[in-house]
């Protein structure tokens, strides 16, 4: 019986795979999650808006956004679930730009949101759209360390 025991280093690259893994696979959940809410923007009406909890006067100012406020939140959770497709693939290289792209956008939705007023007129927004920006945040962390370890070997 011949028992060959790897050194525990050994374990540590693959260890650090599967939980890159595990993190792209959420990434994909996440974003998955921020097209359907992306496509239901798009579907939304005063009756939905207001079904879903908001007043009158918030489905309005939600509804008046520009077009700009919708082709950012469309660049987020795309580029974000393309970026996390490629983390999970090991295309570090894509999966950076891909998910510097989502950030940058989620960042002019922010400020975009700020701006136009909607923080104000749905205190709830700041708060989800924080929670989306940092979680950007983290998946373009994420690719950057990846690249720079694939560049390194």
């Keep these: 019986m011949n028992l060959t025991l790897a050194h525990p280093a050994a374990a540590a690259p693959a260890r650090g795979a599967r939980l890159l893994a595990a993190a792209a696979l959420a990434g994909i959940a996440w974003n998955a999650f921020g097209v359907v809410q992306w496509l239901k923007t798009e579907s939304a009406t005063l009756d939905s808006l207001t079904a879903g909890g908001l007043s009158p006067a918030q489905a309005a100012l939600y509804l008046s956004l520009p077009a700009w406020i ?10 974000g679930l393309a970026g996390s497709v490629a983390l999970l693939l090991r295309r570090h290289r894509h999966a950076l730009v891909l998910l510097s792209l989502s950030l940058l956008a989620y960042a002019v939705l922010f400020a975009g949101d700020a701006w136009l007023g909607l923080f104000a007129a749905i205190p709830g927004q700041m708060a989800i759209l924080s929670v989306v920006v940092l979680i950007a945040i983290g998946l373009w962390a994420l690719a950057l360390h990846a690249y720079r370890q694939q560049i390194r070997h």
């Excluded at 919708?70 to 580029?79: I, M, Q």
């Design 70 to 79: 919708s082709v950012a939140f469309a660049v987020g959770v795309g580029a």
